[in-house]
């Protein structure tokens, strides 16, 4: 006797038996014939090697052998019954795994987006993971993540970007440093002064040094720094300027000024990045939904940009 061999349709088919107490009940609810009902009964009884019925007034009643096996298949299909409902969250991106790798200055920005899905999805375990640019380039090289964040992102055959808001750089100074006192200043005023700045390879420090490098400048002093909250505490205390991103800088922060470059814009773009070569988790594609929903809502409208749609279209094929 091997009860791995009996099939589903076997069980269901003994189950409604048992229900029915009738051979011609079970065949009429299960569409089959009642000479196939009875041969799967037949069956049935071979492999468990008891006796699963007996005629008790013209009806089919079960015997202890039986009832067992039905209180067996009960918590079967039972279980069964839970793994669907299962698969359904995990389809539906409610329950499951959602890693997103996001550089640094990304930080100030998704946990905005992650904690009100994560309050709407509790069952959904998010893992996120912070580096530079070139750790979060190594991840998405080894297609460790579901999705990355970057503000320039790799131009690969397999990446697919959706833009979702703006990134404006902007020059920082001390609240008691000369710059501070001008309303505006030019990219050649400012190179003789102090800068705190990212490694190379940031976006941010390829932004900066290719205006610099367009304008034929080079900075006279510079210090550089691991992370922008390093810089923005650093500049807070009088050791230099900097240019980071808008988004890093508190509304409330008194003890820096923002000052504009004339005749320069540095801006780059958030965007979401997807691996089109690996499997997406449901939970990180439903998370892309929310975000597209809800920019709006939890960003400021200032800077949003929200090209998800495409994103989220290529990934629904």
């Known amino acids: 006797m091997d009860l791995r061999h009996l099939s589903f349709r076997l069980l269901e088919v003994f189950m409604c038996v048992v229900q029915t107490g009738s051979i011609s009940e079970t065949a009429r609810r299960l569409h089959l014939t009642q000479p196939t009902v009875s041969l799967q009964i037949k069956r049935l009884t071979e492999t468990v090697g008891e006796q699963l019925f007996y005629t008790q007034h013209q009806r089919l009643m079960t015997t202890e052998a039986g009832l067992e096996l039905f209180r067996t298949c009960l918590q079967v299909f039972e279980q069964f019954d839970d793994y669907q409902r299962y698969l359904k969250e995990i389809q539906g991106g409610e329950r499951g795994h959602c890693r997103i790798a996001m550089v640094n200055t990304a930080q100030y920005i998704l946990p905005k987006l992650l904690g009100p899905f994560s ?19 190594a991840r998405f090289e080894r297609a460790e993540d579901d999705l990355y964040v970057f ?50 390879g940031s976006a941010t420090r390829m932004l900066f040094d290719s205006a610099l490098q367009s304008r034929g400048l080079v900075l006279s002093d510079s210090i550089q720094m691991a992370s922008n909250e390093a810089i923005r505490v650093a500049a807070s205390a009088g ?28 801006a780059s773009h958030w965007y979401f990045i997807v691996r089109t ?23 400021d409208k200032t800077w949003v940009r929200n090209g998800l749609n495409e994103l989220n279209q290529a990934l629904s094929k």
Do not use: C, W
């Open 239 to 266: 050791m230099g300027i900097a240019v980071l991103s808008r988004h890093v800088i508190p509304a409330q922060d008194t003890t820096l000024k923002i000052i504009p470059i004339k005749d320069l814009e540095l």
């Open 119 to 137: 309050l709407e999805h509790p069952n959904v375990d998010m893992k996120v993971e912070i580096g530079n640019r070139e750790q979060v380039l």
């Open 277 to 299: 070569d690996r499997h997406i988790a449901h939970a990180a594609k439903h998370f892309l939904r929310f975000a597209q929903m809800n920019l709006e809502n939890y960003l």
């Open 151 to 200: 503000s320039h992102p790799p131009s690969l055959e397999h990446a697919l970007a959706g833009r979702f808001l703006q990134n404006p750089l902007v020059l920082l100074a001390p609240a008691h440093h000369p710059l501070a006192a001008l309303s505006q200043v030019s990219l050649s005023d400012i190179v003789q002064y102090r800068f705190l700045l990212r490694e190379p």
